[in-house]
């Protein structure tokens, strides 16, 4: 069909990413991925669409998938900002409790790992949302969905570098402040602890729903985020976390 829609799904090769690519395509999409393996390249071809290998720290690659989108489809209309982990992620192993004797010492993450997580956390996004904007304009519209962490809503000290998100969640503020009036919506989906990360059953049980979120209930709240049903919906977190996080938002 012409008048598919495209998406583009960044680390699209295994995990978060690879839910939404196949989620995406189940609704009618097509879909570009990109990842640093060759998964995103398998799993393109499984799903008709197209894929190049590249990191979202190069804003070469990003361009490049980009450019591999107009090349075959002539349009971009949404973009899903995912990306790896930083340095310092672990299992979960606590709910949320005060704990200052952990395993993780703040003080001793180094220079280089906060660099890393502000390119994977914050500057990713900024860099996509260089290159589609301007074609988000041409075409009068589109949609970014970041992915972030309920990390950002109580910092744990399992990941301490995805602070960083709490940058980003800024950024998408002022993002929709400025491109909302060009029909151009960003938001974030802050998963919780999601089944393909070893989870300790002290979590599990502090969760209210009593198990781990699932791969397509990220995905599907992504790509719903991603649809016209959401139109109205711009610069906000959402929480898919299975309700455990405590706070009153």
Request: aromatic share 4%; with cysteine.
């Amino acid at each position: 069909m012409i008048d598919r829609k495209t998406a583009l799904v960044i680390a699209a090769g295994q995990g978060i990413g690879a839910a939404c690519a196949r989620t995406l395509a189940a609704q009618g999409w097509r879909v570009g991925l990109m990842s640093i393996s060759d998964a995103c390249e398998s799993l393109a071809r499984e799903l008709g669409g197209f894929a190049r290998r590249g990191s979202v720290t190069e804003t070469a690659d990003l361009q490049g998938l980009v450019d591999l989108a107009l090349t075959e489809t002539g349009r971009v209309d949404a973009v899903v900002n995912n990306t790896g982990h930083s340095a310092g992620s672990s299992s979960v192993t606590q709910a949320s409790t005060y704990d200052p004797g952990g395993e993780h010492h703040l003080l001793d993450i180094t220079d280089a790992e906060w660099h890393q997580g502000l390119d994977l956390y914050l500057l990713n996004v900024i860099r996509m949302a260089r290159i589609v904007t301007p074609i988000f304009q041409r075409q009068g519209g589109g949609a970014l969905v970041n992915i972030s962490s309920l990390g950002t809503v109580e910092p744990r000290p399992e990941y301490p570098v995805s602070a960083l998100r709490l940058a980003l969640h800024g950024f998408t503020k002022l993002y929709t402040d400025r491109h909302g009036r060009d029909g151009i919506r960003m938001n974030n989906v802050l998963p919780g602890f999601v089944e393909n990360w070893p989870l300790a059953d002290a979590v599990r049980d502090a969760t209210p729903l009593g198990r781990a979120v699932t791969l397509r209930e990220v995905a599907e709240t992504v790509a719903f985020l991603l649809s016209d049903g959401a139109g109205a919906i711009t610069g906000q977190n959402i929480l898919v976390d299975g309700g455990l996080n405590r706070s009153v938002r």
